[in-house]
């Protein structure tokens, strides 16, 4: 049994791009980073995965090069110059999807769901989905812009392309 579970694992490099969106009492806006990079294991019947997938934290780009070299500050990514998922788990519900995995950000590790979407494209898959999180759940302060504190939560979202090996 367990020799056909591994028959039925594919293995993908993954490349993509996760963005998020912010706000502040006067304003909002969006950081988009295209350095996504990994590869993963997934078994299409079971759902079991494994693998990792990193993004370079210092690669956020909102518009702005003084917000863009304050994020920086708050990764602190010359000590913690990526964030990476160790994968897990990626289910299925008709093109409903769930990625599940260890989410480690400026050394703290936690448990992320990633609801979305998985469209089969030839052998490939194309990945959308997104989650909340706030700053105090990584241990992170939050910035600040004349005394004006970012919002929690903030939305991230990821666009994954999982190209068959």
Known sequence: M????????Q?????????????YSLGAWQGSNGSVRGSVTWNVQTGEASGRICVELARFETGNPLRDADSRGVFDT??????????????????????????????VRRVK???????????NY???GRFNTSFSEWNLTRPQLLFITINDPIEVRLEALATAR
Not at 11 to 23: D, E, K, L, M, P
């Open 2 to 9: 367990v020799l056909l579970g591994l028959a039925c694992a």
């Open 11 to 23: 293995q993908f490099n993954i490349t993509g791009r996760v963005s998020y969106s912010a706000s």
């Open 78 to 107: 010359g000590k913690n110059p990526q964030s990476c998922m160790d994968v897990q788990r990626l289910s299925l519900s008709g093109d409903d999807a769930t990625l599940v995995g260890q989410l480690e950000i400026s050394g």
């Open 113 to 123: 769901q990633i609801a979305g979407k998985l469209v089969k494209e030839g052998g």
């Open 126 to 128: 194309r990945f959308s």
